[in-house]
């Protein structure tokens, strides 16, 4: 345990003495303390000094100073008169030349100049008290004193701080019993009472009256606090006896009310079971009503609503305790257009239909149909609105007729396709014949312009000199482009078979590329045939397993929008760029479609796949080109696709396909 913690635990007398030992032992130290100090500063500054002086004075007499000074005996002989006064510890005498003649020394050695010139540097130096005396101004005497105390003084002070300190200790017993007698044993005393009455529960004790100080005072306090408790004490044991009288008087009357409350519990058990199941069935009924995907609200004779089922607030926003007992114009705004149908079903008991009305949702218009059924029973008459969400119904039968246009649109396309084939074969042929027609090479050729009279040669020249093989060379050129661009729409309106086949992914691309070329739609928007299409082919990545039919499909809807999203950017930006990517990333082949269009926001970039969702204008597009798309790659080649853009820099569409068809992973989806 640590010293100051010790010290605190003391008891207070303890304390007290241990505080007066240590003050008068303080007392002691600095009083012997400030009594050497002082003695030697005085021996310092004043005894040694003196005692030089009174010696020198006694020495500088004529008479001794020219014996001394005869001969080194003679001042040795001086020297040795003062050899028995004890502050003296070294003495010299110098000639007339300053020369030493004899020098005398006491206790430690010291180092004493030669000669009389060099004495002034060496007092400086010197700590001790020096007196330099003249001898009948022919020579000159140096004496050297100190300034230590005797070792009388030093005994004489020990003896006396003893003596003190005996005294010392004489008073602080004494001093220690007078505390014990007032401060501690009152104490005590008082201690010794407070257990007592924690230990007895004796209220009634008392401490004895002590003297007028801090501990009397104490006493009379404890005292008073006694008397309050002794009296509470009574209060407690009056008020304990009444109310125990009290519980007893209880106790007869909880007797005679218990065989009322048997009763009572017997009926509000019926009751209880009669609400359970009406608030069972009630729930019941709420659940079935909250379950429809229909908003069915119901309605009492002014209009005020009394139903509201959850698909009610999830389309009006109102939650079900704000629209109870509220006019249906406030509770569901959209509906007070129809307050006059509404009215009238409840007057004539009739059904009214509303076929088609489009409200906006989440920033998204959506199309409803709205029935009113008339409410008749005891409760009193009313109207029922059930409102059923018909988008999706809408848009499945906009998009049948749009099937039906597209069956329609890829049969005619494949019906013009064969019939233009016949006409561009013939001017192919008919090109190619007019070629070896004017072929020198052919004696047949030959034969048939001799007869005529005419040179082949001649005719030839001609025929370069106006350029004829040139017009030549480009009709052949336009009849196999058209053909190409017949063979691919033949290839592409072709039904797919889904025969999962080795495909050459470069290839695909480029096709696509070339049919998005001869759209004129897109031509308008995005030059496919000059130098905007970046190519960058991984030549590590050979043929992928797939549907190149239903491949080149999604590669042009890509292309398609790459280029509207290119054609929709402002003027005077940067030129427009697609850049087509492969890339072998195992166990994936990576295609990527990335332009740099106006791009999308968050919000449209994670509606992209979905059904019917578009940004075009109506008639402009069906939003089921992205949608199929995404349900060729990921349902039919079991791959992956995602979409990443920025608003003003562009998108990237990534599509992922299985290298090996018999390991494919499940697939995932990032939007």
């Known amino acids: 345990m640590p010293l100051r913690q010790r010290l605190e635990n003391l008891p207070v007398g303890q304390k007290l003495l241990a505080a007066l030992l240590v003050l008068l032992t303080t007392v002691l130290l600095v009083a012997n303390l400030t009594f050497i100090s002082a003695a030697y500063w005085i021996s310092q500054e004043s005894m040694a000094p003196q005692a030089l002086l009174t010696i020198g004075r006694l020495v500088s007499n004529p008479g001794l100073a020219q014996q001394a000074l005869r001969s080194p005996q003679d001042a040795e002989a001086l020297l040795s008169e003062l050899n028995s006064y004890s502050p003296l510890r070294a003495a010299a005498v110098y000639d007339a030349d300053g020369k030493l003649l004899s020098q005398l020394q006491h206790g430690d050695r010291l180092k004493l100049p030669n000669h009389f010139s060099a004495i002034q540097d060496w007092r400086a130096s010197e700590f001790r008290s020096t007196q330099l005396v003249p001898l009948s101004n022919s020579g000159h005497l140096l004496l050297v004193a100190s300034s230590e105390l005797p070792v009388a003084f030093y005994t004489g002070t020990l003896t006396a701080s003893l003596g003190i300190l005996v005294f010392s200790v004489l008073l602080w017993m004494v001093i220690a019993r007078q505390i014990k007698r007032l401060i501690t044993q009152p104490i005590y005393r008082l201690e010794e009472l407070s257990r007592q009455v924690t230990r007895e529960e004796n209220y009634a004790l008392r401490a004895g009256r002590g003297n007028h100080d801090e501990i009397g005072s104490l006493a009379e306090a ?106 249906i114009f406030l509770a569901f705004e959209p509906l007070k257009p129809f307050l006059p149908q509404l009215k009238t079903t409840v007057e004539q008991h009739t059904v009214a239909k509303i076929e088609r009305v489009t409200w906006v949702k989440d920033d998204t218009p959506r199309h409803y149909a709205l029935t009113f059924y008339p409410l008749m029973g005891g409760a009193g008459r009313g109207v029922v609105i059930r409102i059923d969400d018909i988008t999706q119904r809408l848009s499945l039968e906009e998009m049948m007729v749009q099937s039906e246009k597209m069956l329609s649109v890829g049969g005619l396309a494949a019906g013009m396709a064969h019939e233009i084939n016949n006409p561009l074969g013939a001017i192919l ?37 106006r350029e004829i093989p040139q017009l030549l060379d480009g009709i052949q050129q336009a009849g196999a482009r058209a053909a190409k661009i017949v063979t691919h729409m033949l290839s592409f309106s072709r039904r797919s078979t889904r025969e999962m086949a080795p495909c050459d992914l470069p290839g695909l691309i480029d096709q696509a590329v070339e049919i998005a070329g001869n759209d004129f739609d897109l031509a308008i928007g995005f030059d496919f045939k000059g130098q905007n299409i970046v190519r960058q082919f991984d030549p590590t990545l050979g043929p992928v397993p797939g549907t190149a039919n239903e491949l080149e499909q999604v590669l042009l809807n890509l292309l398609k929008n790459a280029a509207q999203a290119i054609h929709q950017r402002p003027d005077g930006s940067e030129p427009g760029r697609i850049i087509l990517r492969t890339r072998l990333n195992p166990p994936w082949a990576e295609i990527q479609v990335e332009d740099n269009g106006i791009g999308m926001s968050e919000n449209v970039r994670k509606r992209t796949f979905e059904p019917f969702f578009t940004t075009k204008e109506i008639g402009q597009g069906t939003g089921l080109g992205l949608s199929v798309s995404y349900f060729i790659i990921t349902n039919n080649h079991k791959g992956q696709m995602e979409v990443h853009s920025t608003p003003g820099q562009g998108t990237c569409f990534t599509l992922r396909l299985p290298l090996a068809s018999n390991t494919l992973p499940a697939p995932t989806t990032e939007i």
């Open 222 to 327: 404890f005292n008073t606090m006694l008397s309050r408790i002794e009296a509470r004490e009574q209060q407690l044991k009056r008020a304990r006896d009444e109310s125990q009288a009290a519980y007893d008087q209880a106790q007869g009357l909880a007797e005679e009310t218990r065989h009322t409350n048997r009763k009572l519990e017997l009926e509000v058990q019926v009751r209880s079971k009669i609400e359970k199941k009406l608030t069972g069935f009630q729930n019941y009924l709420n659940s079935i009503i909250d379950s429809m995907p229909s908003a069915l609200i119901a309605l009492d004779e002014q209009l005020y609503v009394t139903q509201w089922n959850q698909e009610a607030s999830a389309l009006s926003g109102t939650p079900l305790d704000e629209a109870l007992n509220q006019p």
């Open 429 to 465: 042929h008919n090109v190619q014949n007019v070629r070896r027609r004017l072929s020198a090479d052919l004696p047949r050729n030959l034969e048939q312009a001799s007869e005529a009279g005419i040179d082949l040669e001649t005719v030839n020249a001609y025929l370069r000199g």
